[in-house]
């Protein structure tokens, strides 16, 4: 099963489980390769409002890890962590990005665009098939077909200001 197969197949799996501890599915993130691989799964809470709690993220880890197991989807050993996406918040679609407008975020594409890999600069508009950023006064639009990980960019405050 090639990788985006098993990442669906993961989101499948996963999801319903979310849903019915009331908690969303953000996504799936597969790494490593030779050995051990890492399945990444990442929950949010609706609207992101309330967080989600470590005990959630065992409890999920619990019943999917069993699900894994049976459903037998991921050749080979790996290791299965479970969390919220954090300050750093990856993103598994443009969509997701909605509402982050005027963040940093850092994109690393699939292959050079332009002689480039890596773009960082402030999100300026979000489109169904991509974005929008301004990196250096600079725009530049990214295809989501482009882009294999993008992620928030998480400024802390400057001293003495409250977040």
């Given at each position: 099963?090639?990788?985006?197969r ?11 489980m ?24 990442y929950?949010?809470?609706p ?5 989600v709690t ?16 049976v ?9 299965l ?5 954090g300050?750093?918040?990856p993103?598994?679609s ?37 974005f929008m ?6 725009p ?5 077909s ?18």
């Amino acid at each position: 099963m090639n990788e985006d197969r098993l990442r669906k197949a993961l989101e499948e799996l996963a999801a319903p489980m979310a849903q019915a501890m009331g908690l969303t599915l953000w996504g799936v993130e597969l790494t490593g390769g030779h050995g051990r691989g890492v399945v990444r799964v990442y929950l949010d809470s609706p609207g992101g409002e309330t967080g989600v709690t470590v005990d959630q993220c065992a409890e999920l880890s619990r019943d999917l890890s069993v699900a894994l197991d049976v459903e037998d989807l991921i050749p080979g050993s790996y290791y299965l962590e479970v969390s919220s996406p954090g300050l750093d918040r990856p993103f598994f679609s443009p969509r997701q990005m909605l509402g982050h407008e005027g963040a940093e975020v850092q994109v690393s594409l699939r292959g050079p665009v332009d002689g480039r890999r890596k773009y960082q600069g402030r999100l300026t508009a979000v489109e169904p098939d991509g974005f929008m950023i301004e990196e250096n006064g600079q725009p530049v639009r990214v295809a989501w077909s482009d882009v294999k990980k993008a992620a928030l960019r998480y400024e802390f405050p400057a001293k003495g200001q409250k977040a």
